[in-house]
């Protein structure tokens, strides 16, 4: 990833972070990490926002050059912040309203990839009050199988039901709205790619220490071992890095991204989870894991997103 030399280190920066979510404490990390970091780069005017409904009025009443999107989860990298920020007629980072909301949506994103011929698990809908609809579902799903919420990310309210285990849809809680994904459980390697600056830079092997990559594996020390590069033959792995690069083509993903696969055991095939437009940057997070590896520091990571924002016309 070639950088410009940077003159406009005098430019004024906001970095969105925090926010109201089940994200929040991941996005907290995520801010704090960036704003070493341009404190490092040498920026001089940043100011740290800790998103909130008066967002609007703050950012206005600041009026940055360009905001670094630190936020994860609902509203944050889902269209929304990315239409205020449109409205403000304020540059960000990241990718814009489309991609965003896009991406967000499990079902939406896994419908469009499908066209370009990247496969998903097999995978249906559940709806709040439609129990005896939902019961058909699952037994034609079958276990083991994943149930998931459609749009939070950071497996948020993920569970992993295999054959001995027991799910009673007519008591699920509903906490993450109204319609949930119940999917086929593809046991393989967990594969996640980096894409930056529309190439894809290399994909990592997760080893969770539990049954999968739930929010405990991703943000606590010690519970994940990661292999990078991935231990997969040469040609699949150049089959991963371009399956992941044309789902963020096709998506109209920008600047950054993170997709998420299972190499199949059975089938060897690969099975796309999810495209995340906004993905960590916490000590633990894989995208600056992946580019450390292919030599592009944390640093470039971010200067290069607070450039391609300020050029970004």
Known sequence: ??????????????????????????????????????????????????????????????????????????????????????????????????????????????????????????????????????????KKIGKPFVIKPNDEGSSIGVEVLLEDSDFDIDNYEWKYGSEIIIEKYVSGQEIQVAVIGNKAFGAIEIRPKKLFYDYECKYTKGMTDYVMPAEIDSDKYKESLDLAYRCHKELGCDAISRVDFILSDKDKNFYLLEVNTQPGFTPLSLVPQIAEHVGISFDQIVEFLINQAINND
Not at 31 to 46: K, M, T, W
Not at 83 to 100: C, F, N, P, Q, R
Not at 102 to 125: A, H, T, W, Y
């Open 1 to 138: 990833m070639k950088q410009k030399k940077n003159k406009m280190k005098n430019k004024k920066i906001a970095i969105l972070f925090g926010g109201w979510n089940s994200e929040r404490e991941v996005s907290l990390s995520s801010g704090r990490a960036v704003n070493e970091s341009l404190s490092r780069l040498g920026y001089q005017d940043v100011t740290l926002v800790d998103y909130s409904k008066n967002s609007y009025e703050e950012l206005q009443a600041l009026n940055p050059d360009v905001v670094f999107n630190a936020l994860h989860g609902k509203y944050g990298e889902d269209g929304c912040v990315q239409g205020m920020l449109d409205i403000l007629e304020i540059k960000y980072t990241h990718s814009g309203v489309l991609a965003s909301a896009l991406c967000m949506d499990k079902i939406l994103s896994r419908n469009i990839c499908s066209q370009i011929g990247v496969k998903s698990p097999e995978f249906d809908i559940l709806v709040q009050g439609q129990n005896q609809q939902n019961k058909d579902k699952i």
